[in-house]
C-alpha cells in the first residue's frame, strides 16, 4: 500500500467511524450534539495517527499483500489496534467528560468492541473493493 492510498485508507476510515460515533455519543451520554461531535473529532486525529504508526508497523510483520490476510490475522490486527489506542483515550475521555476512570473504561470498553468490529469490516470491505478494481483494471493501484 502506498503511502497516499495509505492516507485515503486512514481519512475514509475516520470519516465514517467520526459520523457513527458523533451520533451514539450524543445519544448515549446525553451531552450536547456539539460537544460530543467535538469530543470525536480529537478522538478521531488521535486514532488517525496511531492508525497510520500500527498499519506500517503491521504491513512490515504480516506482509503488504492485506488481500491473503486470515480471519485469525484480521482479528489479531483489530484487537491489537484498539488496545493501543485504548491506552492513549482513556485520560483524554475522563478529562473531556469529567467522569471517574471505572466509567470512562466500561465506555471505553464499549468502543473497544464497536470499533474492533468495525475495523474488521471495514478493512475486509476496502480490501475487496481495491482488489475486484484492480482485477477489472480499473486502476493499477488506488492513488
Known sequence: MSHKERILHMVLFELI?????????????GNGA??????????SLIAMGWNYLY???YDKLFGADRT?????VR???????ELGLLVVTLPVLMWVLQLDFLTVFIM????????VLYAIGFNWAYDSVR???????KVAALV
Open 55 to 57: 498499519n506500517l508497523g
Open 131 to 137: 482488489n475486484q478494481l484492480v482485477a477489472k483494471g
Open 17 to 29: 467511524a467520526l459520523v457513527i460515533m458523533a451520533g451514539l455519543a450524543t445519544y448515549i451520554t
Open 68 to 72: 491473503k490476510r486470515t480471519k485469525s
Open 34 to 43: 456539539g460537544e460530543m461531535a467535538g469530543l470525536a473529532l480529537a478522538m
Open 108 to 115: 471505553d470498553i464499549g468502543l473497544v468492541i464497536f470499533f
Open 75 to 81: 482479528v489479531l490486527h483489530g484487537l491489537g489496534f
